[in-house]
């Protein structure tokens, strides 16, 4: 008998009934030659640290860091689970050959895997990969099935992120809380939670920072257009009242009108981030729950496999495109068109290079029914990318306007649409939305034409406005700064080019962002993502950048990628890590506590003073300087000395004994905020026996000299 294992019973149902195997049992279906079972979900697990030493239940500080000789797995402890596994363990044992029909990622490879080797699986090992849940995706798959070493390299790295997420996690969590925790607090700490945690407390800080200010700015109307005045915003209302004087003397004139036809290119397809972000945005959906709507639909065979991080198809869905339109019938007011000629194979859809495991999430074709308000939504937004991806693009013409008034210059912009191209798909949508707000956004101003030369009177006015402080995060706009490793790329080019060193998989984002709202270290108002203040006290306590930094973190994720194309060794990455988890805990368990945080009952995490204070100004710390070269990265204590976090761009870096003398911590941050240190003897000149006193000083190189 053949053993096909499913990732969840319903999936299992499908698998089943397509290839015949229609007899139900306790736990799997049989027929036609054929076992069909299931997992649901995790059924196993890393060993946790008192499974390997008694010792290691407790936590205590001289125990860390725990590191295993070896990692192991377990079987979850419940009922349920050990049920399904036991009639997995025997059909495992009396099968020929093993199907893994898990879910077609990394998270779903690791999950099976680790089920077939606790059941010691010895047999031969297919797999099943497959992008729909529909009868003739299923059909195809199982007449082209992969052998199961080709997917070895993908296990490697979710092996590597499980372990990784391991020995951070377990490691850091248990050292933070012993070390700073007061009460029965506990810090969790996590590879990706910590540094997406940093974002949203670095960005609160920032708003809580700034101070606005007032500004002026010179505007005037002319040919019922508005002009701005494209001088500096105007710091004071003197000023700005001695401009308007000025501009009431003098006519406007025209300089320059160009009106230029340019293109609106088509949005691209969805990946699960970018429908998150959509989704957030127009509905007010939390990650998590885009993720379960998009979910149910794949598995109701709506829609293609969700879990994935590229905009393109393969090139050999080009010839299905024309039948899943078809199948979409209620949108053929839309698909019409696009049906009357040959699809177009564009290279900004169909894109081998840019397609790994699964392609962009599109409609089956399978028509929907029975399905959810919710449902509908989020299935009606990947209908109508995936219709536009294929209407002509949107031609725009596009006005510039120069004027001037006296020796002052001015300057209009405005957009007029000529052929809406793939506009149209959304033009209903636009209308209902407008009819659901109080205000509708103001459009671009429609321009009139201008002849250069022209001149005549106009109303000069002064616009009085604030600077605005930076936005909170809200969902969207986290997602997206943990795709790109906090870096804020609107660009979609350079986003995709960037989602190599993103933290956290498209997959795990929304569980991470749910997991910082369920240990409060976050909370949600309106749309915004707050810290709490047990927030901001873990993030204030952790003076290790590479625990917090989002570009760090990113290196991380691009190493596991490597892994999974067989790029990079997985015993090298966790030896990586293993070095890092040592230094982390020699670091943190040697360092001056300057905070101890505590459970309260209203907010479940406070930072307290310690009693000892006895100045108002905080210590300041290494960790907290800006890198005096680059003056964009914190700094960052190494083995030999102090550099730049960005050190393989920046270059910045200062060993710990200079000219015979080794600094103290005083010393370096003097050095490193303040360009030198007090006055020093000892200072041992390079080359001779001479010994002097004297100031260590960063010349305008960041060279050290004497001073």
């Given at each position: 008998?053949?053993?096909?294992?499913?990732?969840?019973?319903?999936?299992?149902?499908?698998?089943?009934?397509?290839?015949?195997?229609?007899?139900?049992?306790?736990?799997?279906?049989?027929?036609?030659?054929?076992?069909?079972?299931?997992?649901?979900?995790?059924?196993?697990?890393?060993?946790?640290?008192?499974?390997?030493?008694?010792?290691?239940?407790?936590?205590?500080?001289?125990?860390?860091?725990?590191?295993?000789?070896?990692?192991?797995?377990?079987?979850?402890?419940?009922?349920?689970?050990?049920?399904?596994?036991?009639?997995?363990?025997?059909?495992?044992?009396?099968?020929?050959?093993?199907?893994?029909?898990?879910?077609?990622?990394?998270?779903?490879?690791?999950?099976?895997?680790?089920?077939?080797?606790?059941?010691?699986?010895?047999?031969?090992?297919?797999?099943?990969?497959?992008?729909?849940?529909?009868?003739?995706?299923?059909?195809?798959?199982?007449?082209?099935?992969?052998?199961?070493?080709?997917?070895?390299?993908?296990?490697?790295?979710?092996?590597?992120?499980?372990?990784?997420?391991?020995?951070?996690?377990?490691?850091?969590?248990?050292?933070?809380?012993?070390?700073?925790?007061?009460?029965?607090?506990?810090?969790?700490?996590?590879?990706?939670?910590?540094?997406?945690?940093?974002?949203?407390?670095?960005?609160?800080?920032?708003?809580?920072?700034?101070?606005?200010?007032?500004?002026?700015?010179?505007?005037?109307?002319?040919?019922?257009?508005?002009?701005?005045?494209?001088?500096?915003?105007?710091?004071?209302?003197?000023?700005?009242?001695?401009?308007?004087?000025?501009?009431?003397?003098?006519?406007?004139?025209?300089?320059?009108?160009?009106?230029?036809?340019?293109?609106?290119?088509?949005?691209?397809?969805?990946?699960?981030?970018?429908?998150?972000?959509?989704?957030?945005?127009?509905?007010?959906?939390?990650?998590?729950?885009?993720?379960?709507?998009?979910?149910?639909?794949?598995?109701?065979?709506?829609?293609?496999?969700?879990?994935?991080?590229?905009?393109?198809?393969?090139?050999?869905?080009?010839?299905?495109?024309?039948?899943?339109?078809k199948g979409m019938t209620y949108y053929s007011r839309f698909t019409e068109s696009v049906l009357s000629k040959p699809i177009p194979k564009l290279k900004t859809v169909f894109d081998d290079k840019k397609v790994t495991d699964h392609h962009a999430i599109i409609p089956t074709g399978v028509q929907p029914s029975g399905i959810s308000h919710p449902e509908q939504?989020?299935?009606?937004?990947?209908?109508?990318?995936?219709?536009?991806?294929?209407?002509?693009?949107?031609?725009?013409?596009?006005?510039?306007?120069?004027?001037?008034?006296?020796?002052?210059?001015?300057?209009?912009?405005?957009?007029?649409?000529?052929?809406?191209?793939?506009?149209?798909?959304?033009?209903?949508?636009?209308?209902?939305?407008?009819?659901?707000?109080?205000?509708?956004?103001?459009?671009?101003?429609?321009?009139?034409?201008?002849?250069?030369?022209?001149?005549?009177?106009?109303?000069?006015?002064?616009?009085?406005?604030?600077?605005?402080?930076?936005?909170?995060?809200?969902?969207?706009?986290?997602?997206?700064?943990?795709?790109?490793?906090?870096?804020?790329?609107?660009?979609?080019?350079?986003?995709?080019?960037?989602?190599?060193?993103?933290?956290?998989?498209?997959?795990?984002?929304?569980?991470?962002?749910?997991?910082?709202?369920?240990?409060?270290?976050?909370?949600?108002?309106?749309?915004?993502?707050?810290?709490?203040?047990?927030?901001?006290?873990?993030?204030?306590?952790?003076?290790?950048?590479?625990?917090?930094?989002?570009?760090?973190?990113?290196?991380?994720?691009?190493?596991?990628?490597?892994?999974?194309?067989?790029?990079?060794?997985?015993?090298?990455?966790?030896?990586?890590?293993?070095?890092?988890?040592?230094?982390?805990?020699?670091?943190?368990?040697?360092?001056?506590?300057?905070?101890?945080?505590?459970?309260?009952?209203?907010?479940?995490?406070?930072?307290?003073?310690?009693?000892?204070?006895?100045?108002?100004?905080?210590?300041?710390?290494?960790?907290?300087?800006?890198?005096?070269?680059?003056?964009?990265?914190?700094?960052?204590?190494?083995?030999?000395?102090?550099?730049?976090?960005?050190?393989?761009?920046?270059?910045?870096?200062?060993?710990?004994?200079?000219?015979?003398?080794?600094?103290?911590?005083?010393?370096?941050?003097?050095?490193?905020?303040?360009?030198?240190?007090?006055?020093?003897?000892?200072?041992?000149?390079?080359?001779?026996?001479?010994?002097?006193?004297?100031?260590?000083?960063?010349?305008?190189?960041?060279?050290?000299?004497?001073?």
């Open positions: 008998m053949i053993l096909c294992i499913a990732e969840k019973p319903s999936v299992a149902k499908d698998i089943a009934e397509v290839i015949g195997a229609k007899q139900r049992n306790d736990g799997f279906y049989e027929g036609n030659g054929y076992w069909v079972t299931w997992t649901f979900g995790h059924l196993c697990t890393l060993k946790e640290p008192h499974d390997y030493h008694e010792k290691w239940k407790y936590w205590k500080l001289e125990d860390l860091p725990i590191i295993p000789e070896k990692f192991g797995i377990k079987l979850i402890d419940d009922s349920g689970v050990k049920k399904q596994f036991s009639v997995i363990e025997r059909l495992v044992a009396s099968c020929s050959e093993v199907i893994n029909c898990g879910d077609a990622g990394q998270e779903g490879e690791l999950i099976q895997r680790w089920v077939l080797s606790k059941a010691k699986c010895r047999v031969p090992l297919k797999r099943l990969w497959i992008s729909s849940l529909t009868e003739e995706a299923i059909r195809d798959g199982f007449q082209s099935l992969r052998a199961g070493e080709q997917y070895q390299n993908l296990y490697a790295a979710g092996s590597a992120r499980a372990i990784g997420d391991w020995l951070l996690g377990m490691n850091a969590t248990r050292l933070f809380t012993k070390k700073f925790g007061q009460g029965k607090a506990t810090l969790s700490i996590g590879r990706v939670q910590t540094p997406t945690l940093a974002m949203i407390v670095t960005r609160q800080k920032e708003i809580e920072a700034f101070r606005a200010e007032e500004y002026w700015e010179l505007k005037t109307l002319y040919r019922e257009t508005e002009f701005s005045a494209t001088i500096d915003r105007l710091q004071s209302q003197e000023r700005a009242d001695k401009g308007l004087a000025y501009l009431q003397e003098h006519p406007f004139e025209i300089t320059s009108f160009e009106q230029k036809e340019g293109k609106e290119g088509n949005p691209r397809l969805f990946d699960l981030t970018s429908l998150q972000v959509e989704s957030n945005k127009k509905i007010g959906n939390s990650a998590e729950e885009t993720l379960k709507l998009v979910q149910s639909l794949y598995e109701k065979k709506l829609v293609t496999y969700p879990r994935v991080d590229t905009t393109y198809l393969s090139e050999d869905l080009h010839p299905k495109i024309e039948g899943i339109m939504q989020i299935y009606d937004m990947i209908a109508r990318r995936f219709i536009a991806a294929f209407y002509p693009e949107c031609k725009v013409s596009n006005t510039t306007v120069l004027g001037k008034v006296g020796q002052i210059e001015f300057k209009a912009t405005g957009k007029q649409i000529i052929e809406p191209g793939w506009r149209v798909v959304w033009e209903e949508v636009k209308e209902n939305e407008a009819e659901g707000k109080k205000t509708a956004e103001k459009p671009e101003q429609t321009m009139p034409h201008f002849e250069e030369g022209e001149s005549g009177p106009h109303q000069p006015f002064i616009h009085q406005g604030k600077t605005s402080p930076p936005k909170p995060y809200t969902e969207a706009t986290l997602l997206r700064a943990m795709e790109t490793a906090g870096k804020m790329v609107d660009d979609e080019e350079l986003r995709d080019m960037m989602k190599e060193n993103g933290i956290g998989r498209p997959a795990t984002r929304a569980n991470i962002i749910e997991t910082l709202f369920k240990r409060k270290y976050i909370e949600k108002k309106r749309k915004n993502l707050i810290a709490t203040s047990t927030g901001v006290g873990l993030i204030d306590t952790i003076q290790n950048e590479l625990l917090k930094s989002a570009e760090l973190t990113g290196q991380w994720e691009r190493k596991l990628r490597l892994i999974e194309k067989g790029e990079y060794d997985l015993e090298q990455f966790k030896r990586e890590l293993m070095v890092m988890v040592r230094e982390l805990t020699d670091e943190v368990i040697f360092s001056q506590a300057p905070t101890r945080i505590q459970l309260h009952t209203d907010q479940p995490v406070a930072v307290v003073k310690e009693k000892k204070e006895r100045k108002k100004a905080e210590k300041q710390h290494i960790g907290d300087l800006n890198c005096p070269k680059c003056k964009s990265h914190k700094l960052m204590t190494g083995k030999t000395g102090v550099g730049c976090s960005n050190f393989k761009v920046c270059g910045f870096m200062i060993p710990f004994e200079i000219l015979g003398k080794k600094l103290t911590d005083k010393q370096m941050i003097d050095l490193l905020s303040k360009g030198k240190t007090t006055k020093m003897k000892g200072l041992l000149i390079p080359g001779s026996h001479q010994v002097i006193e004297g100031s260590i000083v960063l010349d305008e190189n960041f060279n050290v000299t004497v001073g």
